[in-house]
């Protein structure tokens, strides 16, 4: 079983359009949770980073973590073309060793 | 957010020569760095763990003669492709952990290297 679960999409909405992107993950010892964004043909680019359950939010981004279910869920709202890009999550239980999602594929529409 | 720059950012090289890309954390310490390949539509592959002042630590698979890792400072961090072949083409993305107990991980910007 993998770490960390991906579904890689490609998932495509419209613009303005509330987007939720999800992992699950194996081992409830993990207590570092991130969302990176990644551009084409660029490093990704971190979004959120949380420790423990419960929500972070920083502008049209909402991280959630749910330790109970080994859930994490990262919602945009009023998502914008410039929002279109592939996004990681990543886990972490010492801070030392990572684990990365496959990545969702995410497109929104003009 | 703290930036780590990448170095080169796309390099072209013949088949048999050596390459090196660098990686730096401009704003913060990074005792471990970690090296990814990245191939087309698909997620970071860790090749190799990089700590400050001691060997790195690679993945299975990963040679460790054919991609030599160099961590001599806590800002930097360099990755040497030796006699590249056209398979070495790929793109590669370093991350830097910020020193601390609750450091967090930041990327390069990836460096494409194209091997002819």
């Known amino acids: 079983q993998k770490e960390v679960e991906q579904d890689p999409g490609p998932l495509s909405v419209p613009e303005g359009a509330i987007v939720s992107l999800n992992c699950t993950y194996s081992?409830?010892?993990?207590?570092?949770f991130m969302w990176y964004r990644q551009y084409s043909r660029k490093g990704p680019e971190l979004l959120m980073y949380?420790?423990?359950?419960g929500n972070k939010e920083d502008g049209r981004f909402t991280a959630q973590v749910d330790k109970s279910s080994k859930y994490i869920s990262l919602f945009i709202r009023d998502s914008q073309p410039s929002d279109s890009a592939t996004y990681l999550c990543?886990?972490?239980?010492?801070?030392?060793?990572?684990?990365f999602g496959t990545g969702t594929s995410l497109t929104v529409i003009p | 957010g703290a930036v780590v720059s990448q170095h080169p950012s796309w390099v072209i090289c013949k088949s048999g020569t050596s390459v090196k890309i660098e990686c730096r954390s401009l704003?913060?310490?990074?005792?471990?760095m970690f090296w990814y390949r990245q191939f087309p539509k698909q997620s970071l592959m860790l090749m190799a763990t990089?700590?400050?002042?001691?060997?790195?630590?690679?993945e299975q698979g990963v040679e460790k003669d054919k991609f030599l890792i160099n961590h001599a400072s806590l800002t930097l961090s360099t990755l040497t492709v030796t006699s590249a072949h056209p398979e070495d083409s790929s793109f590669y993305i370093c991350?830097?952990?910020?020193?601390?107990?609750?450091?967090?991980?930041?990327f390069g910007e990836g460096s494409r290297l194209t091997v002819l």
């Open positions: 081992n409830s010892a993990f207590q570092y």
């Open positions: 990543a886990i972490s239980n010492t801070g030392n060793q990572f684990y």
């Open positions: 704003d913060f310490q990074a005792t471990t």
């Open positions: 990089s700590n400050e002042g001691s060997k790195a630590t690679y």
């Open positions: 949380t420790y423990s359950s």
């Open positions: 991350s830097a952990l910020e020193d601390g107990d609750t450091g967090e991980l930041f």
